[in-house]
């Protein structure tokens, strides 16, 4: 069992920055790929970014290139999410996500069997 834990997430005005944590427990974190999704009211939860066990290779939503940069530190079991020139459209809950299956994880969130809690995430303009 993997335990996930976001933190980070507050009340910015849009063109701010932001970083969001994830702490993972219960699992060698280097056996997982990780990945950032965000949901917000009344839509459907979206992918954001996904990084590789090792973290040698990343994959970011469209509307996040540039903007948005994953990372994970596996000796501090944790994964990052900088965040930068925030828009209120990037008005979310952000969710952490683990997937123990693949090297290189995906785009679709059925792919991730473990899931955090959660961190909003509110940009007003």
């Known amino acids: 069992q993997v335990q996930l834990e976001e933190s980070g997430g507050g009340l910015v005005q849009a063109g701010a920055s932001l970083r969001l944590s994830c702490a993972a427990s219960?699992?060698?974190?280097?056996?997982?790929?990780m990945g950032w999704f965000r949901q917000a009211p009344g839509k459907e939860r979206e992918f954001v970014a996904t990084i590789s066990r090792l973290g040698s290779n990343s994959r970011y939503a469209d509307s996040m290139k540039g903007r948005f940069i994953i990372s994970r530190d596996n000796n501090k079991n944790t994964v990052l999410l900088q965040m930068n020139n925030l828009k209120p459209e990037d008005t979310a809950v952000y969710y952490c996500a683990a997937d123990p299956n693949r090297q290189y994880s995906t785009t679709n969130p059925t792919d991730y069997n473990y899931w955090g809690q959660g961190t909003q995430v509110t940009v007003s303009s």
């Open positions: 219960g699992r060698t974190f280097s056996s997982l790929a």
